[in-house]
């Protein structure tokens, strides 16, 4: 059983830049992949990014060349930098990791005020 916590999400202004951060209480290098979500009021959940076990990233496009994903593996943490908020990404965003099966965090609240 995987716990994942993310941390990091608050109140931002338009333009602003918030680093969100999930720790692990599993082997994140042994995870085939490890991604973020998030779920706007209203709206389904949907993928932001992800990366893999051996560093691969990819992005939504609504996410693309604003947010960075990275880890560390030593701390088995994930992060997900985010810049150049804009109001349509308040959400909440949840930390997904995919070992045998998938896990998930509670998720946690970013608000962006234009």
């Known amino acids: 059983q995987v716990q994942l916590v993310e941390s990091g999400g608050g109140l931002v202004q338009a333009g602003g830049s918030l680093r969100l951060s999930c720790a692990a209480s599993g082997s994140i290098s042994s995870a085939a992949r490890m991604g973020w979500y998030r779920r706007a009021p209203g709206f389904q959940r949907e993928w932001v990014a992800f990366?893999?076990?051996?560093?691969?990233?990819n992005y939504a496009d609504s996410v693309k060349g604003r947010f960075t994903i990275s880890k560390d593996d030593a701390k088995n943490t994930v992060f997900l930098q985010m810049n150049s908020l804009k109001p349509e990404d308040t959400a909440v965003y949840f930390c997904n990791g995919v070992w045998s099966r998938d896990y998930w965090g509670q998720g946690t609240q970013v608000t962006v005020s234009s």
């Open positions: 990366i893999t076990g051996t560093g691969r990233t």
